[in-house]
């Protein structure tokens, strides 16, 4: 076969399911292979950023790499800020960007699309995947594919192929599949007892969970290792949902000052606490007090493993979860079936609150509580940063995926079509009006691709977060666009609420309509945020103002 089919077949073989693209003239010859060969359907949306917010949601979803396929210089900068989010947020996402050929280069011209260098989209790129490759011959084609592919899967991160497009057409040998990176078992053995040692002398051991563990399936052998250790669990921020699909039950989300304060007090008081897959990130710990010393704690994560004030090197996280169970015995709890119940918070409902009542940014974990109850089946949630995010922390444990950490506006949508495309399950999309203007406007894709996501946008005419953190910052006003009235013309459904009743009906009419996606705008007092987003932000300003940022 080609470079482009051959390439195309061994992505399929490590799990990809679709390939996203914009197409562009330094890409267009893969793209035509791709189409051709139809051994991975093309998914294209209206700009870089969608696609890579969308292979990233795919991939969280799936645990396999996903793909994106963008021409060079215009089409692979403008996808930057998504794949460095799948970067820090650790999301397999495989980047083929096209590039010049070698006769271009010589050409002596500037090309277009070219930045300061004809490198200089490779450069930028180093910065934000864990491995790059270029083809350049039939020769070495295959050992760089099979590389990169392992590490996007080793290290869960973005890797960059630059694919010439003289070269699409390239005869190739098949690409082979290396084995996985070594590592010592002794040393994961070693690293192993360990731990279960420091556990078994703690007074008051801890498991706290975040991404890796779903980036590397292994919820399923994480929900079994608590039921052996019989010691509470709980999530970062960034791993909101884990274990949603599992039996354990998961006493909460950490956010240190900002959270529930006893859940918060038994993580940072605790004398054994394991940090399992965690990514040491300010939105994760940043709230916490001055009493949280992560240096005496156990934290696997990134394939190393750090004990107090020693580290194990080449750790696998799969490989040290095996060994734990391995040392210890079966669990004699048999596995119960999960109350799976929102926060009392939340539990009363929109239909027993005043039904007259104008919509709070309070309101809206009860909505969103309420839609998730009434669906009938697990609904995965993309979420995009702000108070969507955080109206999501005592509502219902259920697979969600969002930018926890790297923060980035207009993930929701996008990702919320990479969901469905991946699963095939219909998402419910959380997304505030500031990020809907940036890549809302992707549902017009809906039609032509078969989807029908639920979109509850968070309309308080302001970039709310924003305000939070700089209250009197005027910068953050957008005005009403009428978004329920835009969706229609996008061929959705739009519904525009104010009160608690008319939030109620848009519900029900949402989950009856199927075959289209339905945007449920829920108009909120700008000003307004949940007291989970107003306890962070505080929290978090406190926090840097006494480090002097």
Request: aromatic letters at 6%; a negative charge; hydrophobic letters at 45%.
């Amino acid at each position: 076969m080609n470079l482009s089919q051959t390439l195309i077949r061994a992505l399929k073989d490590q799990g990809a399911g679709e390939v996203f693209g914009i197409p562009g003239d330094f890409i267009l010859p893969f793209f035509s292979q791709l189409e051709q060969s139809g051994i991975l359907p093309l998914v294209t949306l209206s700009h870089e950023p969608a696609i890579g917010f969308a292979a990233d949601a795919a991939a969280r979803m799936r645990c396999r790499p996903s793909v994106v396929a963008v021409t060079y210089g215009a089409g692979a900068l403008n996808a930057v800020n998504a794949i460095a989010g799948a970067y820090a947020e650790r999301s397999p996402v495989f980047v083929i960007a096209g590039c010049p050929s070698d006769a271009e280069r010589g050409s002596g011209f500037l090309l277009h699309h070219q930045a300061r260098t004809l490198d200089s989209q490779y450069q930028i790129f180093r910065e934000i995947t864990c491995d790059q490759g270029r083809i350049t011959d039939a020769a070495t084609a295959p050992a760089i594919i099979a590389r990169l592919i392992r590490s996007c899967i080793t290290w869960s991160q973005p890797v960059l192929l630059e694919l010439p497009r003289d070269l699409a057409n390239l005869e190739i040998d098949a690409v082979p599949s290396l084995p996985p990176l070594p590592f010592e078992p002794a040393a994961v053995d070693a690293c192993a007892r360990e731990i279960l040692s420091r556990l078994h002398q703690a007074r008051q051991p801890m498991l706290v969970v975040d991404v890796e563990i779903r980036r590397y399936q292994l919820e399923s052998e994480v929900a079994e290792l608590a039921r052996r250790l019989n010691i509470p669990v709980v999530t970062t921020l960034m791993g909101r949902g884990l274990l949603a699909e599992t039996e354990v039950q998961v006493s909460g989300t950490y956010l240190g000052e900002a959270g529930d304060p006893t859940l918060s007090r038994l993580v940072e008081t605790s004398d054994g606490l394991l940090l399992l897959g965690v990514i040491l990130s300010d939105s994760n710990f940043g709230p916490s007090s001055q009493r949280f010393d992560v240096r005496k704690a156990m934290l696997a994560s990134h394939r190393a493993v750090h004990i107090g004030y020693h580290s194990y090197h080449d750790i696998p996280l799969s490989a040290l979860v095996a060994q734990l169970l391995e040392l210890l015995p079966a669990s004699s709890q048999r596995p119960t079936k999960k109350n799976r119940t929102a926060h009392p918070s939340v539990q009363v409902g929109l239909s027993l609150l005043d039904d007259s009542q104008t919509l709070s940014a309070a309101d809206m974990g009860v909505g969103i509580a309420d839609l998730l109850a009434q669906a009938g089946e697990p609904m995965p949630v993309a979420s995009d940063i702000g108070d969507c995010l955080f109206s999501t922390l005592d509502v219902l444990n259920t697979p969600l995926v969002a930018p926890g950490y790297y923060a980035s506006m207009g993930f929701g949508v996008p990702a919320g079509l990479g969901i469905q495309l991946a699963t095939g399950q219909r998402p419910l999309i959380l997304v505030g009006d500031g990020a809907f203007q940036m890549t809302g406007w992707e549902l017009g894709n809906c039609r032509r691709l078969g989807l029908d996501p639920i979109v509850v946008l968070f309309n308080n005419q302001s970039w709310e977060m924003i305000r939070v953190f700089s209250p009197t910052s005027q910068c953050s006003d957008l005005g009403d666009w009428q978004y329920a009235r835009l969706a229609n013309d996008l061929g959705g459904l739009g519904i525009r609420v104010r009160t608690r009743s008319h939030f109620r009906y848009a519900i029900r009419e949402a989950l009856s309509t199927r075959g289209q996606f339905v945007l449920i705008e829920c108009v909120l007092p700008s000003g307004e945020v949940s007291p989970a987003l107003q306890r962070f932000a505080e929290t978090l300003q406190q926090k840097r103002t006494a480090a002097g940022a």
